[in-house]
C-alpha cells in the first residue's frame, strides 16, 4: 500500500480508531502491537507494544499482544479490518468463554482433557488467524516458531487446539455478509472496495 494501513480513513475515521470503538464495547483491555511504527499510534491512547520478535511480522506483532495481555484469553484483529464490528468480537469471546466454563467443568469432575487454545473463523475456505481468540497458552509454541523462523500463522495454528468457526455463523452474529467480516486492505484496489462497501450501505440506509 506504501502507506500505514492502519490510519487510512473508512468513512471518515482510521481503520485502527474504528476498530478500537468497537472492541471497547467488549474488550477489559486494549493493546496495540505497533510492529515498526510504535510511535504512530501513541496518539490513540492506548498501551502500544513493542515486538519481542522485530521484523518478523504478523506472528511477532500477536507474540508481543498476547505476551502483554492480563487475561487468560485475547482476542485478535488486523489493523486493517475496517468491518470487523463489535458483534463480530463479542461472538468470539463468548466462544472463547464457553471453551474455558467447559475447561473448568471437566477439571471439577475429573475428566480434563486438553484445553481449548483458539477459535478462529473460516469464511469462505479461508482461515482467519488474525481474527481470533487464543489462550494465553498458546504462548510457548508461538515462541518457537519465530525462534525458528517459521511466520506462516497457519503453519502455527494447524498445530493448536483450536475450535473453527463456520463463517456463516460469524456472518449471522455481525449481521454482514461474511466476506466482509475479515476484509483487510492489502492493495489499493481493496482500500478502493472498502470505500466502495461502505458507500453503498450509507446510501442504502437512507432510503
Not at 455481525?174 to 472498502?194: C, K, L, S, V
Request: net charge negative; hydrophobic share 45%.
Amino acid at each position: 500500500m506504501g502507506q500505514n494501513k492502519a490510519l487510512l480513513p473508512v468513512g471518515g475515521v482510521p481503520v485502527i480508531e474504528r476498530l478500537i470503538r468497537e472492541l471497547e464495547e467488549v474488550a477489559a483491555e486494549i493493546l496495540i502491537a505497533g510492529g515498526s511504527q510504535p510511535e504512530a499510534y501513541n496518539h490513540l491512547g492506548k498501551d502500544v507494544i513493542s515486538d519481542v520478535f522485530p521484523g518478523l511480522g504478523p506472528l511477532a506483532g500477536l507474540h508481543a499482544g498476547l505476551q502483554a495481555a492480563s487475561t487468560s484469553w485475547s482476542l485478535t484483529v488486523a489493523c486493517d479490518m475496517p468491518f470487523a464490528n463489535r458483534d463480530v468480537f463479542q461472538w468470539l469471546a463468548e466462544r472463547a468463554l464457553l471453551a474455558e466454563e467447559g475447561q473448568k467443568r471437566d477439571t471439577v469432575s475429573g475428566e480434563a482433557g486438553s484445553a481449548l487454545e483458539a477459535v478462529i473463523p473460516i469464511v469462505q475456505g479461508q482461515v482467519q488467524p488474525l481474527l481470533a481468540s487464543y489462550r494465553r497458552s498458546v504462548l510457548p509454541g508461538l515462541e518457537r516458531e519465530l525462534q525458528a523462523g517459521n511466520l506462516k500463522l497457519t503453519r502455527w495454528t494447524e498445530a493448536l487446539r483450536a475450535e473453527y468457526v463456520n463463517g456463516f455463523a460469524l456472518a449471522a452474529a455481525a449481521g454482514m455478509p461474511q466476506e466482509r467480516i475479515p476484509f483487510n486492505m492489502n492493495r489499493p484496489g481493496d482500500y478502493r472496495q472498502a470505500l466502495d462497501w461502505l458507500d453503498a450501505s450509507t446510501d442504502k440506509g437512507k432510503h
